[in-house]
């Protein structure tokens, strides 16, 4: 059966630690996305990958870090020195990125982490 | 870049058709147009995509006029569950990457 996983659902940290948020495909899928959502807004891209050991900064990079080692896997890590990290954060995959062309990306159920 | 730009809002009655539009002056010669759907605290879902004139899926259709500066989502025949967030999406930057903008939040009533 395949999907994406992300895990856990919900998140609860200590303002000033870290956390590193799972995202797992079996996809076979070349690329790989993470997303940000606030309250009624839209989803803000954080970070992607197109292929693994690659990566590239979205509109709102700092205060995260990502690692592609395997294809499967692309975990984000919310550092201490994201201001508000408290947020619905998604992770998505799709076939790579053709020019302007078919792009569908399938997404997580998503992670809700609340910084306390 | 093709920003896109759809309403914020629409209300709609069971059973009818709604129409949701975005415009996208300045979508590239190759780009498609995408439109997702989300749920509340779930990831967004693929509905259609569309170069240009019609397409249609068990789900929507989409029409795309000859200059393509705008599209429109038709979803027949709603029902209460078609209440979500319904995103308009063209390729932006060098890296031809999927923008998610605030979306139209359509709202069915019974």
């Known amino acids: 059966d395949g999907g994406i996983t992300q895990s856990p659902k919900y998140l609860f940290r200590k303002e000033g630690q870290n956390v590193t948020l799972s995202c797992e495909q079996n996809l076979n899928h070349d690329a790989m996305y993470w997303y940000r959502q606030d309250p009624g807004q839209g989803l803000r891209l954080i970070y992607y990958s197109q292929i693994v050991n690659d990566f590239q900064k979205g509109d709102i990079a700092e205060g995260y870090s990502v690692s592609r080692e395997k294809k499967e896997s692309f975990p984000l890590t919310v550092t201490s020195a994201q201001k508000n990290p408290t947020a619905f954060y998604l992770c998505?995959?799709?076939?790579?990125?053709?020019?302007?062309?078919?792009?569908?990306?399938?997404f997580g159920p998503g992670t809700r982490l609340t910084v306390l | 870049l093709a920003k896109t730009t759809q309403p914020i809002s629409m209300d709609s009655y069971e059973g009818q058709e709604v129409n949701i539009t975005c415009s996208h002056n300045?979508?590239?010669?190759?780009?498609?147009i995408t439109w997702y759907q989300q749920f509340p605290s779930q990831g967004p879902r693929f509905i259609i995509q569309?170069?240009?004139t019609k397409v249609t899926n068990e789900v929507a259709s989409l029409f795309i006029p000859a200059d393509r500066k705008s599209s429109t989502l038709s979803l027949p025949r709603v029902s209460l569950s078609d209440t979500a967030v319904y995103y308009c999406l063209a390729p932006q930057g060098s890296a031809r990457q999927l923008t998610f903008g605030s979306g139209t939040q359509l709202t069915v009533l019974p």
């Open positions: 998505a995959s799709s076939i790579a990125s053709g020019r302007g062309s078919y792009n569908e990306q399938f």
């Open positions: 569309g170069y240009k």
């Open positions: 300045n979508i590239a010669t190759n780009d498609y």
